[in-house]
């Protein structure tokens, strides 16, 4: 399965930039979506996740309130709006595709619960 990611790029603090991606597998609307990033010098980190059917999201608490995921399964596409972006959010985000379906723990905020992941993309903020 690949995951094809786009957007991202270069904002000035307090802006917004939009992330997408997508998946190459036709049950798209199968796998809880997530969000990760890394920082330079800095392991991985939880951005965000949403369930398969959408209905459920869940944040790191660093993005609570400025960024949202989403996703439509008509398009096989997922999102990550980031709003009120801070210098602290510059780094290089991946999406991710995994097979859990329980959020009961917080297994699902590890790198490990992700089957597939896509190139990255770069985010920098700054003015």
């Known amino acids: 399965v690949q995951v094809v990611q786009s957007g991202g790029g270069l904002e000035q603090p307090g802006g917004s930039l939009r992330l997408s991606c997508t998946t190459s597998?036709?049950?798209?609307?199968?796998?809880?979506m997530g969000w990760f990033r890394q920082a330079p010098g800095k392991g991985q980190e939880f951005v965000a996740a949403?369930?398969?059917?959408?209905?459920?999201?869940y944040y790191a608490d660093s993005v609570k309130g400025r960024f949202t995921i989403s996703r439509d399964n008509a398009k096989d596409t997922a999102y990550l709006q980031m709003n009120n972006l801070e210098p602290e959010d510059t780094a290089v985000y991946y999406c991710?595709?995994?097979?859990?379906?329980?959020?009961?723990?917080?297994?699902?905020?590890?790198?490990?619960?992700?089957?597939?992941w896509g190139q990255g993309t770069q985010v920098t903020v700054s003015s």
């Open positions: 991710t595709a995994s097979y859990i379906t329980r959020f009961t723990n917080d297994y699902y905020r590890s790198a490990q619960a992700y089957d597939y």
């Open positions: 597998d036709f049950t798209f609307e199968t796998y809880t």
């Open positions: 949403i369930n398969g059917p959408g209905e459920n999201s």
